[in-house]
């Protein structure tokens, strides 16, 4: 459902010169499994993930999304996908409903099925109470099933997620791993960004260690452990990453 191939990311910095944001990725993601990119802050995982979105264009390299090239067929790509990121990014003067409508209609979806849809949607995120209450009058929870319900209306088989329970309480994060699991049950393929090692550990099919723009190893947790001869993810990931190195992005 997702492979990239030679996916590469290159800016240009004033100061630095040319920034190496990522570097020559390959990897495959597959239905019904959820792919995690752990790696420290600035490791490159938001620039990966802007790229399968179609939101940056690679300077070399592609990934193919469902099908549909990333690089040459980028309409088609969003049509493919579901983002979400703790930035909700809501329109503060809209309602939740009148949000979650508009997305419908931007992905032209029949009045029919929009309607079928966003009851569906609503009910199974228990929005009800707060359907009509503009988003700048919403709580941070209500505001991410808000920015939840956005992106899945078009019922899209590929989801991405970019941190997403960055700044949410432990109710909060909860409600957002059920997601994602649920997105996974629903045979749906999942990406999935983080740089906290219990939530790679406890949601992660496959985990793709990234630093500074590169994949260093990826495979299931027993497979990290195996070639590294570690006991747990924490010891694998510094193993892989290094100490020093880890300690400096802090």
Not at 212 to 219: F, M, N, S, V
């Amino acid at each position: 459902m997702i492979e990239t191939i030679g996916l590469t990311k290159t800016f240009r910095d004033k100061k630095r010169g040319t920034v190496v944001a990522a570097q020559e990725l390959n990897f495959r993601c597959e239905p019904g499994k959820i792919f995690g990119l752990l790696g420290p802050n600035g490791a490159g995982k938001t620039t990966t993930l802007r790229m399968l979105s179609t939101v940056l264009k690679p300077t070399k390299g592609t990934a193919v999304v469902n099908g549909f090239d990333v690089a040459t067929q980028p309409d088609a790509v969003r049509r493919q996908i579901g983002f979400l990121s703790c930035d909700t990014g809501l329109y503060p003067r809209l309602t939740a409903r009148e949000m979650v409508r508009y997305f419908g209609q931007l992905y032209g979806m029949r009045k029919d099925i929009l309607d079928s849809r966003t009851s569906e949607i609503f009910r199974m995120l228990d929005m009800e109470d707060f359907l009509d209450v503009r988003n700048d009058r919403l709580s941070t929870g209500m505001k991410q099933k808000v920015s939840i319900a956005r992106a899945i209306i078009h019922n899209p088989p590929v989801m991405i997620f970019d941190e997403p329970a960055s700044g949410l309480d432990i109710i909060g994060s909860r409600m957002i791993y059920d997601f994602v699991r649920t997105c996974r049950n629903q045979g749906k393929t999942v990406v999935f960004s983080t740089h906290v090692l219990s939530e790679a550990e406890k949601l992660c099919d496959i985990i793709a260690i990234i630093n500074k723009g590169k994949i260093l190893d990826l495979g299931t947790l027993t497979e990290l452990k195996g070639r590294t001869s570690k006991d747990n993810l924490e010891d694998v990931f510094i193993h892989l990453v290094g100490e020093k190195d880890e300690t400096e992005k802090h």
